[in-house]
């Protein structure tokens, strides 16, 4: 169902970078008007960790960042700890219909070995 | 610190209506959306609707329309999902989540603020 297509899963070594990518249906991701990731550890309600395709939070780490380039959208997670074990999700806010509708990604696996 | 507290988990009947609360507080209520997301368990995140706090006006993922409802009563801060013709498909934790309004400094398109979650479990 989801629009938005994310890797099952990604993993990383504590203090290497990993990267999570988020494409649009046709692979066309310039329609939507903004991107955002959600971090969501087992158990809790997802957190926003960038929005706007790259803005962080006050409360994120500087080692979350986000980006775009063409029909891709990426988080990327630099110096992983423990701790950024989780599911991310991608969501995209769609200009072609409604500026209020959303949808998100199949969400991602994050596992730190 | 802006807050979203969702009512207490819910085991429901097949065929059944539900209906859970999202009470905001320590922010100014009509100017944001609220939004919900729901998550099977297992599953993704599945963005469900939307509504304005301050006009009331909605939108829907198409999947629910005409099966869920979303309102809200500004006396209380609260928006209420209400969802009738529950089947067993529908056994997920339920989300509200907040965005900014254009009245307001953004995020504009992201969900900054999230409840806890409600659990509804539908059975036969």
């Known amino acids: 169902q989801s629009a938005l297509t994310q890797p099952a899963s990604v993993s990383g070594s504590p203090g290497q970078s990993i990267t999570i990518s988020c494409t649009g249906p046709?692979?066309?991701?310039?329609?939507?008007?903004?991107v955002s990731w959600y971090q969501q550890h087992p158990g809790q309600a997802p957190k926003l960790v960038i929005y706007?395709?790259?803005i962080r939070p006050p409360d994120i780490s500087d080692r979350f960042s986000g980006s775009k380039s063409g029909n891709t959208a990426s988080l990327t997670i630099s110096g992983l700890q423990t701790e950024d074990e989780a599911d991310y999700y991608c969501?995209?806010?769609?200009?072609?219909?409604?500026?209020?509708?959303?949808?998100f990604g199949g969400g991602t696996k994050l596992t730190v070995l | 610190q802006a807050d979203l507290v969702q009512s207490g988990a819910e085991v429901m009947r097949s065929g059944a209506s539900l209906r859970v609360s999202c009470k905001a507080s320590?922010?100014?209520?009509?100017?944001?959306?609220l939004h919900w997301v729901r998550q099977a368990p297992g599953h993704g995140l599945e963005w469900m609707g939307w509504?304005?706090?301050?006009?009331?006006?909605?939108g829907y993922e198409q999947e629910f329309q005409g099966r869920v409802t979303l309102s809200r009563d500004t006396s209380v801060d609260t928006v209420y999902l209400n969802m009738r013709s529950l089947t067993f498909n529908d056994t997920a934790v339920y989300y509200c989540?907040?965005?900014?309004?254009?009245?307001?400094?953004?995020?504009?398109?992201?969900?900054?603020?999230w409840g806890q979650g409600t659990t509804v479990t539908v059975s036969s």
């Open positions: 989540a907040r965005r900014a309004s254009m009245k307001v400094v953004g995020p504009h398109y992201a969900l900054d603020v």
């Open positions: 320590k922010y100014t209520f009509i100017n944001y959306y």
């Open positions: 509504i304005n706090g301050y006009t009331g006006a909605t």
């Open positions: 046709n692979g066309d991701l310039d329609i939507y008007k903004s």
């Open positions: 706007d395709v790259s």
């Open positions: 969501c995209a806010c769609p200009s072609s219909y409604s500026l209020e509708n959303f949808m």
